[in-house]
Every structure is written in C-alpha cells, then in structure tokens.
C-alpha cells in the first residue's frame, strides 16, 4: 500500500494548475489533489497510478463562500467541515448543511472538500447528490478559460464528470434557498459515517399547505446521482399526506435499478429509496412550515 | 496462605496499567517502528487467482529495478527453506506441507508468489508490478458443499475428497434419548467469515548477523518460543542460534498464535542477503491473506421431554479450512467446539460429527474463542427448544442448568465440572431483568410499529480449562513457568513466557508479586518477548489461560523466593519466621518496626557474598516456578441483549447489554470489564458488520476497511458489567476472561434478534451476518436474490 512514483506540483494559482494539467508530456494520468480522502487511498492501493499529482492547496481564492443576487459561490477548496458550519450555507443551501454531518467522520470532513467529492463523483456520496438535487452549476476552468456546467450534464457516469482532463473544478454555485424552503439528506449506511448504500437529498418549497416545488435526488442507485423527476412532478401542486408520498415514492423507485453489492442487494436499495423519499419529503416539508 | 496474601492489597484494586503510560505516549516499539542501519523492505506479490497452476513466471525486469536488491520466486525460496509442516499424528488427519512462496498451485487469492527485498516498500512495489506470472485456472471451490461434491476438483494429491479430517463421535446411548422424545427439535445455521483485525497486523524484523550467524526475529507474535522452534527447522537456522523477540503487540486475537509462510520467508531472507529485513503486512493484505474465522456450518437435533429437559442431542459441523493448515490443527477447533458444546447443562446424550473441508480462502485461523460457534448454536437451540415446549427462554435454561449443587458431575463429553457457577450467573441476571417489563415494553412499542427484541444466553469458557478438557479436545496442557529473580538491590524482575498483546500481563503479574512479596509495584518489572530471557513454554498468550496459570507461576515463584528471604531475615533480626512481614521492601518483626532489615540488603548479601549469609539458608535469589493450574477450572457469564429493529431499513440497534460474568477472583476489575467490552464489541461486530468476503471465482471482496466493516463507538451501547466473584479453596482462585464477551454475545444477540423477528411471526435466522438486507429479507419486506 505505498503509492507509485509522481511527480508532484503545487501551482499557487489556477492558471499554473490548468498549465500542469494540460502540459502532460506523455507523463500519463494527471491528477488534481484537494482534501486527498478519496485520491490517496487509491494512490496508495495503486488503483491510481497518475504520473503527475497537482496539488491544488496552495491557491488562493479557492476557499470562499460567498453570496450575490440569490447565488451562493462555493470555492473548491472549501472543506466540507467549514462549509457545514458556515451561515450562509446554513441559511442558503440548507439542504447542504443537512448533508454534510454525514460524510464520513470529522477528520474526513475536516480535510475533504466541496469541490473534491463533487469532482471525484462517486454516486453514494453526498455533495454530488446536493448538486445534482439543487440544479448546481459547476465552474470549470481549462486551457480555453471558464465555463459553467450543469449538474444535470457534469455527473457523466461512474466517478466520471464532463470535466475534460485539462480542466479543473474551481467552484460551486447554487441558487439561495428562498423562504418557504426546507431540507433533509436521509440516507441509510452499514456504519455511521460509511458512504451510504442510499441516500436521499429533498428540498420542497412551499406555498401555504401544498408544494410549490419540490426537488429530490437519490446517490447509491445508479452509476450517478439520480434525480428524482417522476416523484418531484408527483408532489408539485400537491399538499404532502402518506398517499401522496407513496405515489410519489413509487413512482420513483419503480425506474431505480441498482445493482446489489456485499453491503445491500438490489432489492433493498430501491426499497430504502422509497422509504428515503418519503422520510426526507415529510422532514423537508416539516422545516419549510417552520419558515412560513 | 491459602486465598493469597494481601499485604499491600494491589490484587482486587483497579490498578493503572503499566503499559498504558508506554502506549498512550507513543513510545511503544510495534514491529514498524523497528529501524535498524541499512534495513532493507519486503514485499510479497500475491496471487490475483484463487485456483491456478503457475506456467510461468519473469522476475527479470523487476530484479533491474534500481534499488532491489533480491527477488524471491517459490523456486529460489524452496532452495533455502523446507516447506511449512503442521501435520501431528493424529488418526486422519491430512495436513499438507507447502512451501513459504508457491511455485506450482496457487490457493487462494493473496497466496504469496514472490518476495522482493529492496531498500524501501515503495521500491519493492514497483519491483513487483514488473512481475508477470501466467496461471492455468483450476476451478475453485468455494465452500464446503462444493469441496465435498462428488467428482469437486481436489486441491491437494494429499487430501482426498478435500477432507481435511472427519470423526464422529457418541456418548451415552443416543437412540434411546430420540426414542424418548416428547419433541425434535432441529436448528441450523450458517455461520459466515470473519476475521480478527489486530491493529497492529502481522510483521517481523528479521537480522541475520554474518559474522557469528546468528539470526533475531523481532515479531508481532503471540508465542516467541513455538515461532522460534516452527521456524529454526523450515529456515534451517540451528535453534541455538536464533532468538525471536517481542516487543509491544498491537493485538492478535489468535492470529499471531500460528507461525506463517511469510515469517519463514523473511526470515529465510534475511539470511540470504545478510542483513535486516522488515515486513509488515500492509491491512489491504491483512484481509486478504492473513486468513479468517468462523466458517461453519452446524446442524443440530434436540431429543427434549415436554418440559424441555434435554435427553440427547445429535450435532453436524462442517468446517470451512481455506486452503493451507496452520497451528493449531483444524481437529483442535472441531474437538473444541465438540467438548465444549454441552456447555453448563445437563445432557445424557450427545452424537457428534465433523467435516473439516479445504476450499480456495486464506487459512481458518484462530479468533478470540475459537470454538465460540458451540455457544452460539446451543444458547440459539435452547431458545428454539422453549417455543416448543411453550416455555419462556429463562425456565428452559433454570431446568438445565448445572449448578453448584450438582457439582462436581462430569459433562456428557467426560470433563469434570466443579466450581462452575454459569447457572448463578444466569440466576442473578434474571433477578437483575424485569422480564415482565421488558414484555410490556415490546407489546407497547409494538402498538406504534416498533420492534423491539431481547434474548439471554449463558456459557462456560475453559479458561483455563481442566486436564480432561484439553485430552478431550486434543491439545496439550502445559504448566506455566515463571522466573523471578530479586535483584542486588531488593527490585524485582519477573520473566513469563506470555506474550502480552493487550491482556495487560505487566501489570496483572505485578500486582500479583507486589502482594505476595511485599515489593512496590513500580519496583517490579515484567520481561516478556524474548527466547533468550524467557523460561519455554510452547504456549505463549492465548487460551485465556494467564490469568489462572501465569498468576500462579508469578505467585508460586514469589511465595518461594519470600521464603527465602524471611529465613534468612529470621537469622539476622533473631525473629521466627512466622513473627516477620514485608511491606515496601522492608522485612520487619511485627510490633516491632525498629527491627528490620531491606530486602535489598539481603539480596546484596545473596548476590555478592552468599557465604556469609545465615547457614543453611537458601541464598539463590532466583526461582522458577512452575505451576500446574491446580487442576485448572471455567470462566462463565450469562448475557442479556435488548435490540430495536428498524422495519423500514433493517438496521439493527443494540439498545442494552447486560454481561453477569464469574471469573473467580478478580486481579484487576478495570482489566476485566476491559476484556469483556472489547469482547462483546467483537461479537456483535462479528454478527452485524464484519464479513470476510469471496465471490463465486474466488476474488476477495472485503479487501480495504471501507468494505470490511470493524464495529465502531456508536454501533455499541454501555455495556453493563455485574461482577460474581465465586472463590474457590484454591491458591489462585482467577479464570480466564479474554474470550468470553466474544463467545457468549452473539448468542444473546442473535436470540433478541430471533425474539424480535418472532413477534411478528417471522422465521429465525439461519445465516449471519445480519446485514439490513438480510433482516428486511427476513421480516419478508423484499424477496431474496
């Protein structure tokens, strides 16, 4: 378990990251290194043998949160621990407030990132399945300058993104949650802490006692994060009582197929889905009451 | 000084640990904080097939990395090692011998197929990624069913049929118990792999010296002297000439009981290339290759009258071997598990059977209570046998439970029981449960669609067992040695061939010593971990069994060496014997503190003028004793585990555990109720999250611990500890404890979970772990795959 020879390079800005990225010179793989809790492990089982590290830490400006004209930006760097704690992330994407508790254990969050769990993609953890649930626009920067991409077309497959390889992930922008709003990350794993065998991120708006719109994406189903669109359709227009949470659930989970691994079959994955789906929608709902 | 002496009163109290200053500081030497001048860092490559024959294999390119300085294959590696043997005559018994590196079949994924030593572990990964080895695939065989199938490929040309060994075994008259039945009852289950996870895993530093020849292994071990003497002959390295060492252990859990293909080849190693080499086995290739525990498969018929009285019982076990043998053989657990399963009831007959079946795994290893499966199955069998009878868990244990008064009485399995109190322990936790209240709680969580479940269990453990116990199972028995020597200046050295990895042995012994020659505590020192020091014993730490047997060496040893030193304080205060004491190192008359003399002058005088000490008086200062266990004698507990079941996601809640243990008197309280936390979180561990996993081609699926699953704080409630000490007329009246929370819980827990799947009118459980999935599977929410 001891990692293969890399060269290692810590740019201090973005551009000198992008240039690292992009000037390989048949080094082979190159790999960005954030909050490293995903990354090293694999480095040191050889799954990854990249043959150049750029190690992103030493650039400013990537550790931000900030909030303008209903936009939450969150730099790339930012460590999950700091987001959980920050207010405008409290106040703003309180569905990623909600989540962060449970990625894995405080060391982890402490040294992980926002931007690093997005790009790494892996489709139980939780800050993928946020974005994915809140429409998030990831910023990318490369050789040709920034681009945004949507969630919707980021998470590509199995710990793939859009992100092309000279490309790296500089932050993460979400649309403030507005009053009315409410958020709840369910998710079911084997230990506190473990990445979950599902999970499910739910934010509902309302307006008076019905939904003005809810939003609702699922992690450890498919090779991506999976958006609930059947069961958000279910619920908009409607106000939230056991049959609609069923129909909205069922809905849903009759379209999951997921694969069975040592730690959960198939057939207990979609069943948790559905069983997330309501719990989450019902304590989503519960908190946007609380802000009326 | 029958019941042992009390005069500085350390036995009993909670004593701070010695070690725990060492360990909790960071000072502690475990085999990788080992760094000797030109060290050099093993690797093996292992094999990614479970079943294969080696056609070919190039280790040129990785012998031209820069920076490694040999590459071993099975073949170069067979040229200075013999091939590792465990065979022991016993009546059909196939042991196969293998070699340290293969070199014609692999086995199992992660069998050893090469070794490079080179200047660091990164380098010597490289190395072996330049390796490339073609294998013929065999078919594997994956459990036991398919090893004992008619035409199953066989692993070994020497084990036919991939029987490793299969006995049968009847006591009392078996069909008259069947004939008498009022019911059969019938149980299975099917019990998975899992693994013992030491935090420190298995390692060595080998040194060979050039000029005198002489080779030390620094090992993570829990027996110095058996290693050195399995070892000496496979490296040929004559024995006198070579030392094995142990410094601080990071846990072993039975593990480190057995000498390993990779000692032999590190050590064999460092012979070649003359110098020091260190391995330490990484965690991925811990769960991969180190082996795992408890695969078994057990049937069971119970012969019960009306009331539940136990007329005879009929047992099949099959045993899931993995692929190599190693130390202990795998008859010792089937004779384990067969002696002890009767447990602490009465049973007038018994028919016993076993398979033990070579399959394509890592070795079946020790772990914490090898045997730990006849508790399960039994306490599980008992609960089945009072929803048969229409009886409640706790009346179908009270009327087959051996108590004191019936002791002594032999054990269907011919092992005298005496002293055992498993029916006392059990009779004070049901007194400490309120069994009405815990119904009413589960009826009222169930009218608001919780459930709830609760289950009781009771066992005994041989810790350290009896003369007729071990002949029963098939392992020796040793007596326990201990040297202790008072030092020229009145301190005491104390050196026991244990091999402490957690059993807190430092300070256990010397508060034992402490006691018996009225010495200070932090005045003894306890050496432990090195043949070159240590009195042999084949045995090391294990079993249990120090808490009894090197108690009475350490107190045998100090009973005779305070002897000594009253004679011949008697001649120099002109005072009987029996009118002196020590206390603090001080030899006085009683009543009279002015006359006295320190033990250190004594010793002085022992030591450096022995022919001027009081004639006739025995002026050696150093002894060792040897103690035979008095006939040895049981541990036991009873345990009580309350669960919630989450019926929507099927995860488990261990609410509250309840632990009534007897291990006769207590040296230290904290280390007890230590052993037995630790213990109980390894079995509901073991029952809920670990799994050491196989797909159907043989690949190991558990390989990091993100996939194998270690009990962590929140997964565990307090335990709650009530502590029985039943003293005995003997000199050292201390039972072993180490093992039993990992016994006796899953039974308890199984049995709540059985409770709890019964109120709703489910089906028991037949297969472990009880993953979420298998609970919602049981509670028939989803269907099975």
């Known amino acids: 378990m001891k990692p293969a020879v890399f060269e290692y390079v810590s740019p201090t800005s973005v551009d000198e990251a992008v240039t690292a990225l992009s000037t390989t010179d048949d080094i082979g793989d190159v790999k960005v290194l954030a909050g490293g809790q995903s990354l090293v492990p694999l480095l040191s089982l050889r799954l990854a043998q990249p043959g150049r590290i750029v190690d992103i830490n030493g650039i400013e400006n990537l550790s931000e949160i900030t909030e303008e004209a209903g936009v939450v930006t969150i730099g790339a760097l930012v460590r999950q621990a700091v987001a959980g704690r920050s207010d405008v992330v409290r106040r703003s994407i309180p569905l990623m407030a909600a989540a962060i508790p449970l990625i894995g254990h405080g060391a982890i969050r402490n040294r992980g990132t926002v931007g690093g769990s997005i790009a790494h993609a892996d489709p139980a953890a939780e800050l993928p399945t946020v974005a994915a649930c809140l429409d998030a626009e990831l910023v990318a920067q490369g050789p040709g300058g920034e681009r945004s991409i949507r969630a919707a077309d980021f998470f590509t497959g199995f710990f793939t993104t859009a992100l092309s390889e000279d490309e790296i992930l500089t932050a993460v922008r979400i649309r403030a949650a507005g009053p009315g709003t409410g958020a709840a990350y369910e998710e079911v794993a084997r230990r506190h802490g473990d990445f979950a065998m599902a999970g499910v991120a739910a934010q509902v708006r309302l307006d008076g006692d019905t939904v003005a719109e809810a939003r609702i994406a699922i992690s450890g189903v498919d090779l991506a994060p999976v958006r609930a669109s059947k069961a958000e359709a279910a619920l908009a227009g409607r106000t939230i009582d056991d049959a609609v949470l069923d129909e909205a659930a069922d809905a849903t989970v009759a379209d999951l197929s997921p694969s069975s691994d040592l730690h959960g079959s198939a057939a207990y994955r979609k069943h948790i889905a559905g069983v997330l789906i309501r719990k989450a929608v019902r304590t989503a709902a519960a908190r946007a009451r609380e802000t009326l | 000084m029958a019941g042992g002496s009390a005069i500085s009163g350390l036995v009993g109290a909670r004593v701070h640990r010695k070690e725990d200053r060492t360990i909790l500081t960071g000072t502690g030497r475990y085999v990788d904080d080992v760094q000797a001048r030109g060290m050099l860092h093993a690797h093996f490559l292992r094999s990614t097939v479970a079943h294969g024959r080696i056609t070919s294999i190039d280790v040129d390119e990785a012998r031209k990395v820069e920076g490694v300085v040999r590459v071993f294959t099975g073949a170069d590696m067979s040229a200075i090692t013999e091939d590792l043997s465990f065979a022991q005559p016993i009546p059909g018994l196939h042991s196969p011998s293998y070699p340290a590196i293969a070199h014609d079949v692999v086995r199992f994924v992660g069998e050893p197929v090469a070794l490079i030593i080179a200047e660091s572990r990164y380098i010597a990964e490289d190395a072996a990624g330049l390796i490339e080895i073609d294998y013929d695939i065999l078919d594997p065989i994956m459990s036991t069913t398919a090893g004992l199938a008619d035409g199953a490929t066989e692993l070994f040309g020497d084990v036919p049929g991939n029987v490793v060994h299969t006995d049968e075994q009847l006591f009392g008259d078996i069909e008259a118990a069947f004939s008498q039945a009022d019911h059969v009852v019938e149980q299975s289950l099917d019990q998975h792999r899992w693994a013992c996870n030491p935090m420190e895993t298995r390692g060595g530093v080998a040194t060979y010296e050039t000029g005198s020849g002489q080779l030390v292994y620094e090992a993570s071990t829990q027996t110095t002297h058996t290693l050195r003497f399995l070892l000496a002959g496979w490296i040929r390295q004559p024995i006198h000439q070579f030392r094995v060492t142990a410094n601080n252990i990071g846990g072993g859990f039975g593990l480190k009981f057995s000498a390993y293909r990779e000692d032999v080849a590190v050590c064999a190693a460092a012979k070649a290339v003359g110098g020091a080499v260190k391995w330490v086995e990484d965690r991925n290739e811990h769960l991969v290759a180190a082996g795992a525990a408890r695969?078994?498969?057990?049937?069971?018929?119970?012969?019960?009258?009306?009331?539940?009285?136990?007329?005879?019982?009929?047992?099949?076990?099959?045993?899931?071997?993995?692929?190599?043998?190693?130390?202990?053989?795998?008859?010792?657990?089937?004779?384990?598990?067969?002696?002890?399963?009767?447990?602490?009831?009465?049973?007038?007959?018994?028919?016993?059977?076993?398979?033990?079946?070579?399959?394509?795994?890592?070795?079946?290893?020790?772990?914490?209570?090898?045997?730990?499966?006849?508790?399960?199955?039994?306490?599980?069998?008992?609960?089945?046998?009072?929803?048969?009878?229409?009886?409640?868990?706790?009346?179908?244990?009270?009327?087959?439970?051996?108590?004191?008064?019936?002791?002594?009485?032999?054990?269907?399995?011919?092992?005298?029981?005496?002293?055992?109190?498993?029916?006392?322990?059990?009779?004070?936790?049901?007194?400490?449960?309120?069994?009405?209240?815990?119904?009413?709680?589960?009826?009222?969580?169930?009218?608001?669609?919780?459930?709830?479940?609760?289950?009781?269990?009771?066992?005994?453990e041989p810790a350290p067992g009896t003369q007729e116990f071990w002949a029963a199972v098939?392992?020796?028995?040793?007596?326990?040695?201990?040297?202790?020597?008072?030092?020229?200046?009145?301190?005491?050295?104390?050196?026991?061939?244990?091999?402490?990895?957690?059993?807190?042995?430092?300070?256990?012994?010397?508060?034992l010593i402490a006691d018996e020659l009225g010495v200070g505590?932090?005045?003894?020192?306890?050496?432990?971990?090195?043949?070159?020091?240590?009195?042999?014993?084949?045995?090391?730490?294990?079993?249990?069994?120090?808490?009894?047997?090197?108690?009475?060496?350490?107190?045998?040893?100090a009973r005779e060496l305070r002897k000594r030193v009253l004679e011949i304080a008697s001649h120099m205060l002109e005072a009987s014997v029996e009118d002196l004491q020590i206390a603090d190192g001080v030899v006085s008359v009683k009543g009279a503190p002015g006359a006295s003399v320190p033990m250190g002058q004594i010793a002085m005088g022992c030591w450096l003028a022995p022919d001027q000490m009081p004639p006739g008086t025995n002026t050696e200062m150093e002894f060792v004793a040897d103690y035979d266990g008095e006939g040895g004698g049981f541990s036991q507990a009873s345990h009580a585990c309350w669960v919630e079941v989450d019926q929507q996601t099927g995860k488990i809640e261990v609410q509250r555990f309840l632990v009534v243990e007897d291990c006769g008197k207590m040296i230290n309280p904290a280390v007890v109720e230590g052993q037995v936390i630790g213990g109980i979180a390894m079995g509901v561990g073991g029952m809920l999250l670990e799994h050491s996993a196989y797909a159907e081609d043989g690949q190991y699926l558990t390989a990091t611990f993100m996939d194998y699953l270690m009990p962590s704080a929140p997964e565990l409630p307090e335990i709650e500890i009530e502590h029985m000490e039943f003293e005995t007329d003997k000199v050292v009246g201390s039972r072993g404890v180490g093992e039993g929370g990992t016994v006796l819980a899953p039974a308890a827990l199984l049995n709540a979970i059985d409770d709890a799947l019964a109120q709703v009118g489910r089906p028991r459980i037949t297969e472990t772990p009880i993953t979420p999935t298998r609970m919602l599977e049981l509670l028939g929410v989803i269907e099975k795959e």
Request: charged share 20%.
């Open chain 2, 474 to 511: 098939g392992f020796p028995f040793g007596s326990e040695p201990c040297r202790i020597r008072i030092e020229i200046d009145g301190k005491v050295t104390a050196f026991t061939p244990q091999t402490p990895h957690g059993q807190s042995h430092e300070t256990t012994l010397s508060q």
């Open chain 2, 521 to 557: 505590f932090d005045d003894i020192r306890i050496v432990y971990g090195d043949t070159d020091a240590t009195p042999f014993s084949m045995l090391g730490t294990g079993g249990s069994r120090a808490a009894t047997m090197a108690s009475g060496a350490a107190v045998y040893g």
């Open chain 2, 295 to 460: 695969e078994e498969q057990l049937t069971l018929q119970a012969a019960v009258k009306a009331d539940g009285t136990l007329l005879g019982l009929r047992v099949t076990m099959k045993l899931d071997a993995g692929a190599y043998p190693i130390n202990p053989p795998a008859t010792v657990y089937a004779g384990l598990v067969r002696t002890t399963l009767p447990g602490p009831y009465k049973l007038p007959a018994y028919h016993f059977q076993h398979h033990i079946v070579a399959t394509n795994k890592a070795s079946y290893i020790s772990l914490r209570g090898p045997w730990a499966v006849e508790t399960l199955v039994r306490e599980r069998l008992m609960d089945k046998i009072a929803e048969t009878c229409g009886i409640s868990p706790v009346e179908v244990r009270t009327r087959n439970l051996i108590t004191l008064d019936d002791q002594p009485t032999k054990m269907i399995t011919n092992v005298t029981l005496e002293n055992v109190t498993a029916a006392e322990t059990f009779q004070k936790l049901v007194e400490m449960v309120d069994l009405d209240e815990v119904r009413r709680q589960q009826e009222a969580a169930r009218a608001e669609g919780r459930l709830l479940g609760f289950g009781v269990g009771t066992f005994i």
